[in-house]
Nanobody
Framework: QLIQSGGGAVQAGDSLELSCAAA????????MAWFRQVPGKEREFVAR????????RYADSAKDRFIISRDVARNTGYLRIIKVTVEDTAVYFC???????????????WGQGTQVTVSS
């Protein structure tokens, strides 16, 4: 079970951090990923990090302003967005699974989603 927190309404140029707490300790081979979705579109991969290591992978659109991290001791993953833009408005989901793929269908466990709304 993944429980998300953070998000909400922010101004363009602000920074924000989303959290994703796992109910138990994910396996070391697991990856934690973040996706986002806007109405009428498919869930879009943002970033992924290895739970047992620190290798991270980002979508090309996320490489400059997104930072994914995890705190193994707290069983919690994070996604920090720097200088948000209106285009970052979406529902953000965290996901976990024994996969390194950037596709939503590869992940077994999902957070409930959190809305991020950026105003100009």
């Amino acid at each position: 079970q993944l429980i998300q927190s953070g998000g909400g309404a922010v101004q363009a140029g602000d920074s924000l951090e989303l959290s994703c707490a796992a109910a138990g300790s994910p396996k070391r081979t697991y990856g934690m990923a973040w996706f986002r979705q806007v109405p009428g579109k498919e869930r879009e991969f943002v970033a992924r990090i290895e739970w047992g290591g620190d290798n991270a992978r980002y979508a090309d659109s996320a490489k400059d302003r997104f930072i994914i991290s995890r705190d193994v001791a707290r069983n919690t993953g994070y996604l920090r967005i720097i200088k948000v833009t209106v285009e970052d408005t979406a529902v953000y989901f965290c996901a976990a699974g024994d996969t390194d793929q950037p596709t939503a269908s590869a992940y077994s466990f999902w957070g409930q989603g959190t809305q991020v709304t950026v105003s100009s």
